[in-house]
């Protein structure tokens, strides 16, 4: 994992990345084994030689003065090499131990790898599942609670103006959940983290309100260190008031600051949503999937409407893309908000000098939050169905475009989607049907939640995220560090430019497709070794930048 000079960009993964160096290492080791076989038949050939030299000569009645001499000689110099430290058979030792070492330092990184990543999650997904499997669990729990915060709420009332600040809530309602969780680190943790964030430990005051009715309780100063608290002139209902208008702030500062707490806490409540089918269940250590198969079964949100693609009349000549920022900035003006047509993809064929032909595809994310409802194939039920890895109609657009498109078997393709985009883009290139009629040379998601799927080692993927962004969280699971895949995770909060510094505070910008434009040009100008795989792939189909470009549009109309 390397931190670039940007601040706030961390990069792992790729060829550099530790799954890489792992593979490398365990190359090495066999690379070392193999010399050591080697160098033990050498010691051996040198014993065969000695005990060869120091046998009778052909003749005991005919001896050869010249002979005696030369296997004087070789004796000599043989014993000098076994006698040596370096000899051979020493060598071959030596060898042989240092392969076995490289191999119990792989084998111990990886399990301590192992250990250590995801363990907020595993914990979370085995907690949802015991409690899917014991629904009491959770009723106890919820009941336990309940019944705290009822009483943080009856001592306010009885209390007249005393009010229970926003530290002694979180300390009662933490204090129950941990009853409830006992040793339970998982999503209870994450709850916790949650609770006693800032933004939901202080009430925000309001402008002095006059009452008719005098206190008779001395006010106070409301801090940590003091369970209750008077608001000179506010009532509780005030108190209240204020408390539900900072509710958004909460919102938001939990999913801009608390990413990881989030992938643990869908992952455990996906765990105990499948555990509670009827029967007993198995747990499963990816269960997002399943939950997201689901929940489509329940809403029945199968692909049943015809999908039509219409290719735009018209085509452009745009200026070769050279990197990744040009093609974001192309995405980025299909969305309907800036004038794109609702449901569109852009397909992008480059002409080489050399005669060849290459192919950039642009898809944009979600547009519309409908469940399947509307001619925009683009909406809430394609996400729900990518996420299940279930056939959908953001796969079957792309592919009939490039059908349409006439792109052939031969002619890389590079992928690069926002959002939902991205979901399409690697649901196709995992895809063993799609691979066996289009070449994806490598693909590029931003903000897209595709982490539970598997890509063949041939395609270079990279994984743009924001920290803020708690999109790509919603897989429960983080990006794996593979050799073809590399992840870029950039806190907005620390960038060097205000006006992404500012989006870093918003959960709906730091997830906009224009900010990713800047992320994307941020990423190309960094000369991270740990970026090469990736930006090799791609310039397979960019090219130098002098390629002929035609820019074709197709768009998506589900029917009736």
């Known amino acids: 994992m390397v931190t670039t000079d940007e601040p706030g960009i961390t990069i792992y993964g790729g060829r550099r990345g530790t799954r890489a160096n792992l593979e490398d290492l365990a190359r090495a080791t066999g690379a070392l084994e193999g010399a050591a076989r080697e160098l033990e038949e050498a010691a051996t050939r040198c014993v065969q030689a000695e005990w060869h030299l120091s046998g009778v000569p052909r003749s005991a009645f005919q001896v050869d003065t010249d002979e005696v001499v030369a296997r004087s000689r070789a004796l000599a110099a043989l014993a000098e090499v076994r006698r040596s430290p370096v000899?051979?058979?020493?060598?071959?030792?030596?060898?042989?131990?240092?392969?076995?070492?490289?191999?119990?330092?792989?084998?111990?990184?990886?399990?301590a790898e192992n250990g250590a990543s995801g363990l907020l999650g595993?914990?979370?997904?085995?907690?949802?599942?015991?409690?899917?499997?014991?629904?009491?669990?959770?009723?106890?729990?919820?009941?336990?609670?309940?019944?705290?915060?009822?009483?943080?709420?009856?001592?306010?009332v009885v209390a007249a103006g005393v009010v229970v600040s926003g530290v002694a809530a979180a300390r009662v309602v933490v204090s129950a959940v941990a009853a409830v969780g006992g040793s339970g680190a998982g999503s209870f943790a994450a709850a916790r983290s949650v609770v006693m964030s800032p933004y939901f430990m202080t009430v925000p005051p309001l402008p002095p309100r006059q009452s008719s009715v005098r206190s008779s309780v001395p006010s106070a100063t409301v801090t940590s260190s003091v369970p209750f608290a008077t608001f000179p002139g506010r009532s509780p209902a005030d108190v209240v008031r204020s408390a539900f208008?900072?509710?958004?702030?909460?919102?938001?500062?939990?999913?801009?600051?608390?990413?990881?707490?989030?992938?643990a806490l869908l992952s455990g409540a996906s765990a105990a949503l499948v555990a509670l089918m009827p029967g007993p269940q198995r747990f499963d250590p990816t269960p997002v999937r399943d939950a997201a198969r689901l929940a489509d079964a329940v809403l029945g949100l199968g692909p049943d409407r015809p999908l039509t693609v219409i290719p735009a009349i018209e085509t452009s000549h745009p200026s070769a893309p050279r990197d990744l920022g040009d093609v974001v900035d192309r995405l980025a003006a299909l969305y309907p908000?800036?004038?794109?047509?609702?449901?569109?993809?852009?397909?992008?064929?480059?002409?080489?000098?050399?005669?060849?032909?290459?192919?950039?595809?642009?898809?944009?994310?979600?547009?519309?939050?409908?469940?399947?409802?509307?001619t925009n194939p683009m909406d809430m039920a394609t996400n729900l169905r990518?996420?299940?890895?279930?056939?959908?109609?953001?796969?079957?657009?792309?592919?009939?475009?490039?059908?349409?498109?006439?792109?052939?078997?031969?002619?890389?393709?590079?992928?690069?989607?926002?959002?939902?985009?991205?979901?399409?883009?690697?649901?196709?290139?995992?895809?063993?049907t799609f691979a066996a009629r289009y070449r994806i040379a490598a693909v590029a998601t931003l903000g897209s939640p595709v982490a539970n799927v598997s890509v063949p080692r041939s395609i270079q993927v990279l994984n743009l995220e924001h920290?803020?962004?708690?999109?790509?969280?919603?897989?429960g699971a983080p990006s794996p560090d593979e050799p073809n895949?590399?992840?870029?995770?950039?806190?907005?909060?620390?960038?060097?430019?205000?006006?992404?510094?500012?989006?870093?505070?918003?959960?709906?910008?730091?997830?906009?497709?224009?900010?990713?434009?800047?992320?994307?040009?941020?990423?190309?100008?960094?000369?991270?070794?740990?970026?090469?795989?990736?930006?090799?792939?791609?310039?397979?189909?960019?090219?130098?930048?002098?390629?002929?470009?035609?820019?074709?549009?197709?768009?998506?109309?589900?029917?009736?």
């Open 245 to 263: 208008a900072r509710l958004p702030d909460l919102v938001n500062e939990t999913l801009t600051q608390h990413a990881a707490q989030i992938e």
């Open 485 to 560: 895949r590399t992840t870029v995770r950039r806190e907005l909060r620390k960038s060097s430019s205000p006006q992404d510094r500012l989006a870093g505070h918003s959960t709906p910008d730091s997830h906009l497709v224009a900010v990713y434009a800047r992320s994307a040009a941020v990423v190309d100008e960094d000369a991270d070794p740990f970026l090469d795989g990736w930006r090799e792939a791609a310039s397979v189909v960019l090219g130098d930048g002098s390629a002929t470009v035609t820019a074709r549009e197709f768009t998506g109309v589900r029917g009736p």
């Open 87 to 111: 000899s051979p058979g020493a060598t071959a030792a030596q060898v042989t131990e240092l392969a076995e070492a490289l191999r119990r330092a792989a084998r111990l990184y990886l399990e």
């Open 467 to 475: 920290a803020e962004d708690f999109v790509p969280t919603t897989d």
């Open 386 to 432: 990518l996420m299940a890895g279930l056939p959908n109609e953001g796969t079957a657009l792309v592919t009939k475009a490039l059908e349409q498109a006439g792109v052939g078997a031969d002619e890389p393709i590079l992928m690069v989607g926002h959002s939902q985009g991205g979901m399409v883009a690697m649901a196709l290139a995992g895809s063993s």
């Open 122 to 156: 595993q914990l979370s997904r085995w907690q949802g599942w015991i409690v899917g499997e014991n629904p009491l669990l959770l009723v106890g729990g919820v009941a336990t609670v309940a019944v705290a915060v009822a009483g943080v709420a009856a001592t306010g």
């Open 337 to 374: 908000v800036v004038g794109g047509t609702p449901g569109t993809i852009g397909v992008e064929q480059l002409d080489h000098l050399d005669g060849t032909r290459s192919w950039v595809v642009e898809i944009p994310g979600t547009q519309t939050t409908t469940l399947g409802v509307g």
